[in-house]
């Protein structure tokens, strides 16, 4: 895969069923984003029934409205709102902004504002928003608030430890919430009919996004102002087990880890894959995924496909960076 290369997210998986769910809680997911409505298209109908599947597998849960710039805001809204009814969300929804369809900037730029708007004011704090880095310089106006906005980062990189992010949150506090990483060939793992599946991971932003819902009001299709941006939780999260982190798949607890040695990373989790580079003394990474060797040393995935030894040998290499740290 070409370095820089962002992320097309995939309409929903189709035949899932609750094994299907169950066996995705085995392998460590920690919660799914399911899409539930695309203007022009309606309701994805697998959506339902998977919110019942995620429930009854104790996985979080939020879905997301496939933006289409051809169709209005409250296109966008009234249709989402109608197809996630009295259903609890467990974090805000998201918009999924990457198709242009031939409109303007200006346009494009006014959907996303108005959409925005909308849904802040229905759930309580603002959607996330996913989309892409070329994408969205492209194609969305500069605004001082996009940056309140949670983002959903695609990016795949076969060099960069943290993804890059559009030029509206180069600036932000929380420049990401969640990144979609990699997209691999996993699905039978997963309980996913298809092999391939996108993957994701979180920081600590993303802690701060989940609670109860507010109970929504009735659907208006009248924009109103946004609230003030979401609130900074001060609460610590429990620190982590350093030896047992949980898998970089879907949404799950994030963690960040440091060099504490000039460090090797590789093209896979063992000595016997291909040098990339070196790492200096201090280098902050995030830690995707984790894999022991044949010897059981520990190894993370600090990228697209990089990978360096935590404990080798008996000697930490990275450490874990705890919140608050």
Not at 99 to 117: D, W
């Amino acid at each position: 895969m070409d370095d820089d290369k962002e992320g097309n997210f995939k309409s929903n998986i189709v035949g899932l069923t609750f094994d299907s769910f169950s066996k995705m809680k085995d392998a460590g997911v920690r919660g799914i984003i399911v899409k539930a409505y695309q203007p022009g298209v309606g309701v994805d109908p697998e959506f339902h029934n998977y919110y019942e599947y995620a429930r009854l597998n104790d996985l979080l849960f939020s879905c997301y409205v496939f933006t289409d710039p051809k169709y209005s805001a409250n296109d966008h809204y009234s249709g989402l709102i109608g197809a996630i009814g009295d259903r609890k969300l467990d974090f805000p929804p998201a918009m999924d902004c990457e198709q242009a369809s031939g409109q303007s900037v200006q346009t494009i730029t006014s959907l996303y504002q108005n959409l925005g708007r909308l849904l802040t004011s229905w759930y309580g704090s603002r959607p996330l928003i996913y989309t892409g880095v070329s994408f969205w310089n492209t194609n969305v106006l500069p605004w001082s608030e996009w940056e309140l906005f949670p983002l959903w980062i695609a990016y795949w990189s076969n060099v960069s430890f943290t993804p890059a992010v559009p030029d509206a949150w180069k600036n932000a506090t929380r420049k990401w919430v969640i990144w979609q990483f990699d997209v691999n060939d996993n699905g039978a793992h997963y309980g996913v009919g298809s092999a391939q599946v996108d993957t994701n991971t979180t920081n600590k932003y993303f802690e701060e996004l989940l609670g109860e819902q507010p109970p929504p009001p009735p659907v208006s299709t009248s924009p109103s102002p946004p609230p003030p941006p979401v609130s900074v939780s001060t609460s610590a999260s429990p620190s982590p087990s350093p030896s047992a982190p949980p898998n970089g798949k879907a949404v799950f607890e994030h963690y960040k880890g440091t060099a504490t040695v000039g460090l090797n990373y590789r093209n896979g989790p063992g000595t016997q894959y291909t040098k990339l580079g070196t790492m200096t003394v201090g280098t902050v990474v995030e830690i995707l995924e984790t894999a022991k060797d044949g010897s059981g040393n520990d190894w993370v995935r600090i990228g697209y496909k990089e990978w360096a030894a935590q404990l080798y040998q008996g000697q930490e290499y990275i450490h874990y960076v705890m919140q608050g740290e």
